[in-house]
């Protein structure tokens, strides 16, 4: 069943908001839609389903190029997959180097905390860490 969503509601099913379905259109990651006679948009449930892919691949931080690498691959399903697998490692090399980055920053945190002696902002170690990137124990954070 092919269903004429207008813009609004297909925002609302895909929780992909209208402005940025227009901007998908407009890049090229989402087909330009049939109008009606007064230009409104009309979505079918084909749209729906690759809102839904762009989405959820936003949600896991993929980028615009590598959601455009995978939407053609999911368009031609015959394919192999090897390039769909080469996009995921590098997506999780970036999750891994972001997970070593965010540890380095809990324990800079720490740190400072930890430093505090809770008395006037003068004696604050997280004043003066944050006013000193030196006094950092970690350089990359």
């Known amino acids: 069943m092919t269903r004429n969503i207008p813009?609004?509601?297909?925002?609302?099913?895909?929780?992909?908001?209208?402005?940025?379905?227009?901007?998908?259109?407009?890049?090229?990651?989402?087909?330009?839609?049939?109008?009606?006679?007064?230009?409104?948009?009309?979505?079918?449930?084909?749209?729906?389903?690759?809102?839904?892919?762009?989405?959820?691949?936003?949600?896991?931080?993929?980028?615009?190029?590598?959601?455009?690498?995978?939407?053609?691959?999911?368009?031609?399903?015959?394919?192999?997959?090897?390039?769909a697998d080469a996009i995921a490692k590098a997506r999780l090399a970036e999750v891994e180097q972001r997970i070593r980055s965010l540890q380095a920053l809990k324990v800079e945190l720490e740190a400072m905390v930890e430093g505090c002696s809770h008395g006037r902002v003068a004696g604050c170690r997280v004043i003066e860490v944050l006013a000193d990137h030196g006094q950092c124990t970690h350089q990359r954070h």
């Open 7 to 83: 813009i609004g509601e297909a925002a609302r099913l895909s929780g992909v908001k209208a402005p940025t379905i227009r901007y998908y259109e407009q890049i090229g990651l989402l087909p330009a839609p049939p109008r009606s006679e007064g230009n409104r948009r009309h979505y079918g449930d084909t749209d729906l389903h690759r809102l839904a892919f762009i989405r959820h691949a936003r949600e896991l931080g993929f980028e615009i190029d590598a959601i455009r690498a995978l939407l053609t691959l999911h368009d031609d399903p015959n394919q192999p997959c090897g390039t």
